[in-house]
């Protein structure tokens, strides 16, 4: 067995809170492992949002953000809200650029069977940042032939019965 010694790498993200940002938390890592920290929905306190089976709504964060170039972050989904509500983030994973300076947004959809309410500091979202490779793309006249060739979609698992 081989081991791999852990490391964590630390960048900054520069956080401006917009106006109706202000008073909520600061979002946080849960754990001292955790690769995303949550995002918390900055809707006004007297009108929450409610989501509708089958329905989707963009919450706002309450911030905008600066990364630095080369890294990019990802909107993802909490894994409790999907287990116990079936509320998820629709482009999942939601990217957010190092040159955008607008407001982060969450856009949650409800699979569930009843709606659901988003009210103001709730956890609504985790976001990981990581760093970028950018491709060089190269025209060419042929690629290399592979055993799994042009199969997809499902070609490399079992066969269902």
């Known amino acids: 067995m081989t081991t791999i010694d852990s490391q964590m790498f630390e960048v900054q ?4 809170y917009l106006e109706h940002g202000r008073g909520l938390k600061l979002p ?3 754990s001292d492992d955790a690769a995303g920290f949550d995002l918390l929905a900055a809707v006004p306190e007297a009108t929450p949002v409610t989501i509708q089976p089958r329905e ?8 905008a953000m600066q990364l630095p170039p080369g890294y990019e972050a ?4 909490r894994s409790g809200l999907a287990l116990k509500h079936g509320i998820t983030v629709l482009n999942t994973p ?5 040159d955008y300076r607008g407001e982060v947004g969450v856009i949650l959809i409800n699979h569930g069977s009843e ?6 500091g709730d956890r609504i979202a985790q976001m990981v ?5 950018q491709a060089s793309l190269c025209v060419v006249d042929e690629i290399d032939e ?15 019965i």
Do not use: C, H, W
């Open 115 to 120: 709606a659901f309410v988003v009210n103001r």
């Open 13 to 16: 993200v520069q956080l401006k």
């Open 74 to 77: 990802q909107v993802r989904p």
């Open 94 to 98: 939601g990217t957010i650029d190092a």
């Open 129 to 133: 940042v990581k760093p970028v490779v």
């Open 28 to 30: 946080e890592y849960q």
């Open 56 to 63: 989707s709504a963009l919450v706002p964060t309450g911030f």
């Open 146 to 160: 592979t055993l799994r060739g042009e199969g997809g979609f499902g070609s490399t698992g079992e066969k269902s």
